[in-house]
C-alpha cells in the first residue's frame, strides 16, 4: 500500500546540535554570536523533520534542479487549478470596488463573520439538520481552525486519528503539548491514537480495539484515502463519542464531492449535536484554496466535562486570536452560495472528478488497486512492498510526477 | 489617568457552576443533556470575563438599545474608516478577474507568503537595516501572528508587558498557559511581569525595576497610550533583552503614525537582529483593518538558548498552523507598496493624525490632560479618581461616545 501518513515517515533523528549544524550549513564559526536564554519549545522539538507538504515542495526544487527541461505534475497537495466563475469574481470585484468608495467600506468586521455568510452556510450546508447561524464560524480555513480547536482543546487532552490521516492534526496536537515522545522507529507519537484504515476494514475503524480518547479527529470523504463513511459507519462513530464521552472534531472539507447518499456532514446523524465540531473549507469547494475561506460549527448542546458550552470557549479563540476572515473572501463566499453561484463551483467540482475518473481508469488499466476517487478527489493506489518516499522519488524520477497522496485535482497530462 | 489596560479590569469572579448558569439564562434545566468527559482547558478558564473587544461591542448594543436614536461614535477599537485610494483597489480588483482566467488563476501559494510582497516589506519598512525577504512572514495580521508566536514559544516562558499594553499579548499568553493564576483583586496574572507605562516615567518601563522574564511585549508607537519610543529608550531595552537573553517581541503595527524621529522599527537599534522579533501590520498603514494582511520579521541570527534558530521554527508553524494570507490581500498589499500606492496611503494617514489633533485640542482645552496623538492615533486622557470602566460608562451615557481607547480614528462629530 502506497501510505503517505506523516506518522508513517521516519526522517532520522533529531538533529542533536543544531546550532552546530546550521553553522556549518552557512559555512559560519558556531561560537560567534549571541543566544537567548530563551528555551526552544520542547514540543516544537517532537515535530519530525518538516511538514508535509514543503517538504513535497522541497523536493520538488530539487528534482527541478536535476531535470530543468522536465514538466513536472504536481499531484501532491490537491491544490486547484480551474479559474473561479465569473459570477464569483465580479461579485469580489463589485466589493473591492467598494472599498474605495465612503458607502462601500468596511474597517473591522466581527471575528465570528458577517452575519449573512454564517446564515448562507447554515443554509446550504445544514438544511434541516438544525444549526443555526450564531454556531457557524467563519474563518481563514479549516487547517487553520485545526490549530485554534487544538488551542481551545489545550494539552490536557488526548486525540485519536484516522491512520493515514491529514498531517496537520498530528503536527498541531505535537505543537500543543498533547502527543508525547515520538517512538522513532515506528514514526508514532506515544498519546496519540492511530486508528487504521483501509481497505481490511472498508476504511473505518475496527472501535472496538479503539482506546478512549477525548478528541476524535475523523475526516470524510477522507484525505488522503478518498473513503466517504457511510451512515452506518458515522452512527457508529457518534454512539462510540457518546458512550466514551468523547468529542468528534469532524473535517468535512471535501463534502461537495460525494456523489452517493453518504453523509455530507456529521450533523446528519442522529445525537452528534451534542458529541461533534465540523470543520470544514472552501477550498476544494469552490477553488478558493489561494483566496482563504472556511468555517466551522460548534453546536450549543456541546459540554465540557463540567457542563461549561465549548461554543463559548470556541467564540473566544475566534476573538482573541483571530481577526475574522478578509472581507473580500467572505464577500466571494457569499457569491458561491447564490443559487447561480453554487451551481457553477458545482461544474468545477465536476471536472476534478472527471480528472479522478481518468486517473482511476488509467491506473487500473496498468493492474493496480485502486481506492477512492468516487466521493473525493484523491485517489489511493495498492503499490505493496515499498516505502512511501521510495515509491514518492521512484514515481517522480521515472514520469516526473509528484504523488505523495495521488490526487486527481491536477489534469492528467502526460509528461514530457 | 483613564487607563483601559484588561490587565487592570476587575470583573467579578468565575462562574464556579457555568452549566447551572448557562441553563439558567437559557430557561432550561440543567439536568438535561449529555456532557462530554472532556475537560474544559484550564488555561480558558482563567481568561478575564470577555476580551476587550467585542466587550465594548456588547456594551455599545445595550447603549443603542437604550436610545435608538442616538448616533453613537465609535472610538473604541481603533477602526479604519476611510476608503482605500482606487490605486490599491484597482490593483485587488485586477487580482481577483484574473483569477478567473487560465492565465490569472491561483491556488495555494507559499505559506510564508509572496516572494514580490516579502521583499517589498523588507524593501519599504527595512531599508538598510538588512532584514532579507526571507526573514519577512506575510500573515493576516499582527493580532493573529501574536498568538502563532506563542505557540511557537510554548507554556514554558514568562513575559513581561507594558502597563497598560495591547490586551491580545496577556489574553493569548493566558490561553498557552504561560501566565500563571490569576489574582483576582488585582486584575493581574502571578507569572506575567507588567511594566509600569506612564507620564511618570516618560511611558517607559523602569528597567532596573523590571524583573527578568524571557519574552518582553513591546509595542511603539503604543497602543493605547500613544507614546513612541525613543531611540535612546528602545537601546535600553535591547541592552535589557541582551543582557537578560530576553526575546523582544516588537510591534510596530502604528509606525507609519511617527511624526518625529523616534525609531519606526526596532531593527534600528543595534544589535536587535540577536534579540527582537517584530510584527506588524497593514490594518492601520493603509486601512486593511478588514482586508487582513500584517506581517512578522524573525532575523536569522535570532537563536533560541541551545542555539537553535527561531526562525526555523517560526517557518514551521505558518506552515503547519497556518496556509497563507488571502493572495487577493497580497496583492493589495503589493498595491500599497508601489510609489504611487505609498503615496496615496500617507494622505489617509495625515488625515486619521488631523483628526487626532481636533481630539487632543478638543479635550485640552477643557482642562484635561491629554497625551498621545503625535506619533500615533491614540489619545490618552488623564481622568483621575475614577475606574476605567465607570469613566467609559460615564462618557457614553453623556456624549454617546464610545471610548476605552480614546482612538482618533474616527472624525470628531458632535452626538445628538
Given at each position: 500500500m502506497y501510505k503517505i501518513s506523516i506518522c508513517n515517515f521516519v526522517?532520522?533523528?533529531?538533529?542533536?546540535?543544531?546550532?552546530?549544524?546550521?553553522?556549518?550549513?552557512k559555512n559560519q564559526n558556531p561560537g560567534v554570536g549571541h543566544c537567548t536564554k530563551v528555551p526552544r519549545n520542547v514540543n516544537m522539538e517532537k515535530l519530525q523533520h518538516g511538514y508535509l507538504f514543503p517538504e513535497i515542495e522541497r523536493h520538488e526544487l530539487l528534482h527541478s534542479n536535476k531535470y530543468p527541461h522536465a514538466k513536472v505534475i504536481n499531484l501532491g497537495i490537491g491544490d486547484t487549478t480551474e479559474p473561479l466563475p465569473t459570477i464569483i469574481t465580479s461579485t469580489m470585484v463589485?466589493?473591492?470596488?467598494?472599498?474605495?468608495?465612503?458607502?462601500?467600506?468596511?474597517?473591522?468586521?466581527?471575528?465570528?463573520?458577517?452575519?449573512p455568510l454564517r446564515k448562507a452556510i447554515a443554509d446550504a450546508f445544514y438544511?434541516?439538520?438544525?444549526?443555526?447561524?450564531?454556531?457557524?464560524f467563519v474563518s481563514d480555513g479549516a487547517q487553520c481552525d485545526i490549530t485554534r480547536l487544538q488551542l481551545l482543546l489545550g494539552s490536557d487532552v488526548k486525540i485519536a486519528v484516522q491512520d493515514p490521516s491529514f498531517p496537520a492534526y498530528i503536527d498541531s496536537s505535537v505543537i500543543i503539548g498533547q502527543a508525547g515522545e515520538l517512538v522513532a522507529r515506528a514514526g508514532k507519537y506515544r498519546n496519540i491514537e492511530y486508528m487504521k484504515c483501509g481497505p481490511m476494514n472498508n476504511f473505518?475503524?475496527?472501535?472496538?480495539?479503539?482506546?478512549?480518547s477525548e478528541i476524535i479527529f475523523f475526516c470524510s470523504p477522507n484525505n488522503p484515502t478518498g473513503h466517504a463513511a457511510t451512515r452506518k459507519q458515522l452512527e457508529q462513530l457518534v454512539h462510540f463519542a457518546k458512550v466514551n464521552g468523547s468529542i468528534i472534531i469532524f473535517d468535512s472539507a471535501y463534502a461537495a464531492y460525494i456523489t452517493d447518499d453518504s453523509p455530507r456532514s456529521i450533523f446528519e446523524i442522529p445525537g452528534a449535536r451534542e458529541?461533534?465540531?465540523?470543520?470544514?473549507?472552501?477550498?476544494?469547494?469552490?477553488?478558493?484554496?489561494?483566496?482563504?475561506l472556511g468555517w466551522t460549527v460548534v453546536p450549543e448542546e456541546l459540554l465540557f466535562s463540567n457542563g461549561f458550552p465549548v461554543v463559548n470557549d470556541f467564540n473566544r479563540i475566534m476573538c482573541t486570536c483571530f481577526n475574522g476572515a478578509s472581507n473580500i473572501a467572505q464577500a466571494g463566499g457569499l457569491a458561491c452560495l447564490s443559487p447561480e453561484g453554487f451551481k457553477a463551483v458545482r461544474s468545477r467540482i465536476n471536472y476534478y472528478m472527471e480528472n479522478a475518473r481518468i486517473l482511476v481508469n488509467a491506473l487500473a488499466s496498468l493492474g493496480l488497486t485502486v481506492y477512492g476517487g468516487k466521493n473525493a478527489p484523491y485517489v489511493w493506489v495498492h503499490l505493496p512492498g515499498s516505502k512511501s518516499w521510495k515509491v514518492f522519488a521512484d514515481i517522480l524520477e521515472k514520469t516526473h510526477i509528484i504523488t505523495v497522496r495521488a490526487v486527481a485535482l491536477a489534469p492528467l497530462v502526460k509528461s514530457t
Open positions: 526522517f532520522g533523528t533529531t538533529v542533536l546540535q543544531p546550532r552546530m549544524a546550521v553553522a556549518r550549513l463589485d466589493f473591492v470596488n467598494g472599498l474605495s468608495t465612503t458607502q462601500g467600506y468596511k474597517g473591522y468586521g466581527p471575528e465570528q463573520g458577517e452575519k438544511k434541516d439538520l438544525g444549526i443555526k447561524p450564531t454556531e457557524v473505518f475503524p475496527d472501535l472496538s480495539a479503539t482506546s478512549r458529541v461533534a465540531i465540523e470543520v470544514s473549507s472552501f477550498s476544494k469547494f469552490s477553488g478558493f484554496t489561494g483566496v482563504r
